[in-house]
């Protein structure tokens, strides 16, 4: 069974950083693409993040390009998301999902098969 579980959310000041984790286990992790999705209340589900793991190729939505690097540690099948220069905007719920193929980031993440339960990021101005 395909199961990904995130870590990392808190509470954190404008201007600062969080580092997201994403532990995937259920399928052979190097055939696979992982993508981070946030949803704000209020708001539909976006994508931020993704990266090919067989190639480590990844992609960002505008908002939050130089700020937030993803990562992939395929020894540990986990991915993380580092978060820098935090700001109130980035508060959401968020989610790591698994694709097959080349990941991408497009609309709600609907090609997307499995995702994690989330996890919350409040960001204080």
């Known amino acids: 069974e395909v199961q990904l579980v995130e870590s990392g959310g808190g509470l954190v000041q404008a201007g600062g950083s969080l580092r997201l984790s994403c532990a995937a286990s259920g399928f052979t992790f190097d055939d696979y693409a992982i993508g981070w999705f946030r949803q704000a209340p209020g708001k539909e589900r976006e994508g931020v993040s993704c990266?090919?793991?067989?190639?480590?190729?990844?992609y960002y939505t505008d908002s939050v390009k130089g700020r937030f690097t993803i990562s992939s540690d395929n020894r540990k099948n986990t991915v993380h998301l580092q978060m820098n220069t935090l700001r109130p905007e980035d508060t959401a719920a968020y989610y790591c999902a698994v694709k097959f193929g080349i990941c991408s980031i497009e609309g709600q993440g609907e090609e997307y098969e499995v995702w994690g339960q989330g996890t919350q990021v409040t960001v204080s101005s």
């Open positions: 990266i090919n793991s067989r190639d480590s190729i990844t």
